[in-house]
């Protein structure tokens, strides 16, 4: 069970637009800053969003991230066959001594 | 370009420790805006924070595994290193170092190599 709550699949029409919702409390999501990451099949994590809604050099404008609260959205728009992947959304928790990073269960996203 | 690249045995003995090495290239690990890290993925599932680790030595573990895990610098070769002890079955996954700025995302990340845990 992971900390942060993620749904576990979301679909679209090519061309459409679709959100990834993440949820998670004060200890994380509220108080520290939110990164999201697209994970294609068989390759390593690939960093989509940081510091809530920065995108690195390299990530298009069709990826978009917001934060309100407890919860962090992530936003696809003019989906592509090729969005197809998982992506997850990763915090730093500070609700022990020592903080540790935590990441939402996956969203697997298909484009119908 | 930065590159980071796992090394280690890709199989272990259950009870055994687990060790991995990440060698970083095209920049320096001694970065004061920089963190470490290891994250694994078992087989057909999510993501997994082991732990962190600042250049001074500074560490942060997943409570979770805390007991069983060490990571380590070496600055001098540009390395970092896990070693997870007592392993079991369950810990069979894909094992991937990577590059956290501050605490803001892990930006850059190693392709990852799988350790299977099996006698």
């Known amino acids: 069970q992971s900390v942060l709550t993620q749904p576990p699949s979301v679909s679209a029409a090519p061309g459409q637009k679709v959100t990834i919702s993440c949820s998670g409390s004060?200890?994380?999501?509220?108080?520290?800053?939110v990164s999201w990451y697209q994970q294609l099949p068989g390759t390593a994590p690939k960093l989509l969003i940081y510091d809530n809604n920065k995108r690195p050099s390299g990530i298009p404008d069709r990826f978009s991230g917001s934060k309100s609260g407890t919860s962090a959205t992530l936003g696809i728009t003019g989906l592509q066959t090729g969005d197809e992947a998982d992506y997850y959304c990763?915090?730093?928790?500070?609700?022990?001594?020592?903080?540790?990073?935590?990441f939402g269960g996956g969203t697997k996203l298909t484009v119908l | 370009q930065l590159q980071l690249q796992e090394s280690g045995p890709g199989l272990v003995k259950p009870s055994e420790t687990l060790s991995l090495t990440c060698t970083v290239s095209?920049?320096?690990?001694?970065?004061?805006?920089?963190?470490w890290g290891w994250i694994r993925q078992p087989p057909g599932k999510g993501l997994e924070w082991i732990g962190s680790?600042?250049?001074?030595?500074?560490?942060y573990y997943n409570p979770s595994l805390k007991s069983r895990v060490t990571i380590s610098v070496d600055t001098s070769k540009n390395q970092f290193s896990l070693k997870l002890s007592s392993v079991t079955a369950a810990d069979t996954a894909v094992y991937y170092c990577?590059?956290?700025?501050?605490?803001?995302?892990?930006?850059?990340w190693g392709q990852g190599t799988l350790v299977t845990v099996s006698s």
């Open positions: 990763g915090t730093w928790d500070s609700s022990l001594s020592a903080g540790f990073w935590v």
């Open positions: 680790i600042y250049y001074s030595g500074s560490t």
């Open positions: 990577a590059r956290l700025l501050r605490l803001l995302g892990f930006d850059y």
């Open positions: 095209g920049g320096s690990i001694s970065s004061s805006s920089y963190y």
């Open positions: 004060s200890s994380n999501i509220g108080n520290n800053y």
